[in-house]
């Protein structure tokens, strides 16, 4: 069963000067309850767009996402989880207080809420950081937290956009590893933006590549790699093969980016 | 410290050359030094009433002018030790400081958020606000004499006027600098409106509240002050225009030391409540740069 069904959907952005700008066109995708997507992509693709689309921060032009199965709207009584680019903590909250907010605006008692903070912050491996204020932490730990955050309420899908793309490469790889095991352990659906490869082929089930001008989906590629997939294995034939053939397909549908003004013109 | 302390050894080379920081340089300790203002300021002050007293025993100046130092603080401590003047004067002005500093911050903070959320109360509103505070205010205290009377009201509305710009421009500018994704979080959450404000909104303007505050507690005593000084029978800048009128100069001086006095605990009251209520603001917190 679908937990995400992504029908028909098309955004188009008021841009500057009058013109209308197409960021996505005639979308849909199919996303099982438990699977972890990746939307991959060049900048431009508007994969941030169709992520926030299914987030409900945008509304689509044309089409409609549906939830689990039904409306949206009906179906929405527990908000998805959403972790953004920047750990988007309150820095008046301690790092507890800011993983309670969600169970806080949903009517959760206090004891409760003690408890699933304590559970959430040692499941991303930050069990002593409970009292710290958000500038204490380091990037990596506040991204963490962020997750912790978005898990809090348990919801049923999890939306990632781009969380690590601010993060150095090892600590990158490091809290790549870190979402594998915590996925592993809840299985949530997870919709995941990067425009990193390797992000791509080391976390997904499937990728699914967009291309631009307008967005739309370019191809879908399962990754049948073996699960816990272990840094190892990204030196693997397999692995890179995969990163290896999604490249090009990026670099054909930049090619395309490339060429498409020059016919217009 | 030494380099044989066995606890802290200092970091060595791989050629064993020992590696130390560089001692702090002479403004590097003084710049780091909490107590610094400590020792300044008195030294400053002292240095000061010492030129003072200098100039006025060498130009031999009429102590209508300029009294000595030791003249005026003597008055300053009959002042301060006379239950009149603080009765009828210090608590008269910081009875209409607060009342002001009250409907500015209702009014500023109010307006200033509305400002700051909605950009088309904006456009219409921003001219009549900008209006009020280019009119040079010193020419309503007349106004609000006429409708208000010689009392107090008209000097509330005078620091009121003074005030709630400061808290007004800077509460816009809190609302609006609260960061998208912020508002992101708080749509994914299905927050409502009410729980948007109380939670996201209002939290992340404090400090810049704090900052008009900082502002405005400074215009409401001018405003107050200035208010009695054109027209009032009661406060501190009534009884500087009494003082003067009397040509009591050494108790003109000690008024005005008593009114930077008096400036400077409200400002003190406004810096202390930041500790309280935004301890986690980088302002707050203890500067972690060497």
Not at chain 1, 130 to 158: C, F, T, W, Y
Request: proline share 6%; hydrophobic share 45%.
């Amino acid at each position: 069963m679908s937990a995400i069904k992504v029908e028909g959907v098309s955004k188009v952005f008021a841009g500057a000067g009058g013109q209308s700008m197409v960021a996505l066109s005639d979308v849909s995708l199919d996303i099982a309850d438990g699977e972890f997507v990746v939307l991959l992509g060049p900048s431009g693709c508007g994969k941030t767009t169709l992520l926030r689309i299914i987030g409900q921060l945008e509304s689509p032009t044309v089409g409609r996402v549906r939830l689990d199965h039904g409306e949206r709207q009906e179906n929405a009584d527990r908000p998805l989880g959403f972790v953004f680019q920047e750990a988007t903590l309150m820095p008046w909250r301690s790092t507890g207080a800011n993983v309670a907010l969600p169970l806080e605006m949903a009517g959760v008692g206090r004891r409760e809420r003690t408890e699933k903070v304590r559970e959430m912050l040692s499941l991303v491996g930050l069990p002593d950081a409970e009292n710290k204020l958000p500038h204490q932490l380091s990037g990596g730990m506040r991204q963490r937290v962020s997750i912790a955050r978005a898990l809090a309420h348990d919801p049923q899908v999890l939306l990632m956009d781009e969380p690590f793309g601010a993060l150095d490469a090892q600590t990158r790889d490091m809290m790549n590893a870190e979402l594998q095991r915590i996925w592993l352990e809840n299985r949530k659906t997870v919709v995941f933006v990067t425009h990193s490869v390797s992000e791509a082929v080391f976390l997904a089930d499937r990728i699914v590549m967009l291309g631009t001008k307008p967005g739309h989906i370019h191809s879908i590629t399962e990754v049948t790699l073996p699960r816990p997939r272990t840094l190892a294995m990204t030196e693997s034939a397999e692995f890179r093969a995969l990163a290896t053939e999604l490249r090009r397909q990026i670099g054909e549908v930049q090619q395309d980016n490339d060429i498409r003004p020059a016919v217009s013109a | 410290m030494t380099t044989t302390d066995q606890r802290h050894p200092a970091p060595t080379t791989s050629s064993g050359q020992q590696l130390r920081p560089p001692p702090p340089t002479l403004s590097q300790r003084l710049r780091n030094n909490r107590w610094l203002s400590f020792y300044t300021s008195p030294l400053l002050i002292a240095l000061f009433l010492v030129a003072w007293k200098v100039y006025v025993e060498v130009t031999d100046l009429s102590r209508f002018v300029l009294p000595a130092p030791e003249a005026v603080f003597k008055s300053f401590i009959e002042q301060i030790t006379d239950p009149f003047v603080w009765q009828t004067h210090i608590w008269t002005t910081f009875y209409e400081v607060m009342m002001g500093l009250a409907l500015a911050i209702v009014l500023g903070v109010g307006l200033g958020l509305m400002i700051g959320k909605s950009p088309l109360f904006d456009r219409i509103a921003r001219p009549f606000i900008v209006a009020t505070q280019v009119v040079p205010k010193v020419a309503l205290v007349p106004l609000f004499i006429l409708w208000l009377g010689f009392g107090p009201s008209s000097k509330v509305v005078m620091a009121a006027l003074l005030a709630f710009f400061p808290l007004l421009i800077n509460t816009s500018f809190g609302v609006r600098s609260v960061p998208g994704s912020m508002h992101d979080l708080m749509t994914t959450l299905k927050a409502s409106r009410w729980e948007r404000f109380w939670r996201a909104d209002l939290p992340y303007t404090m400090p810049f509240i704090l900052a008009g505050m900082e502002l405005a507690v400074v215009q409401a005593t001018i405003g107050a002050i200035v208010g009695e000084y054109l027209g009032g029978d009661k406060g501190l800048g009534r009884y500087a225009v009494n003082l003067q009128n009397g040509l009591q100069v050494d108790k003109l001086f000690g008024a005005i030391l008593i009114m930077a006095l008096f400036g400077f605990t409200l400002y003190s009251v406004v810096t202390g409540a930041r500790r309280l209520l935004i301890p986690w603001h980088e302002s707050v917190q203890p500067r972690r740069t060497p």
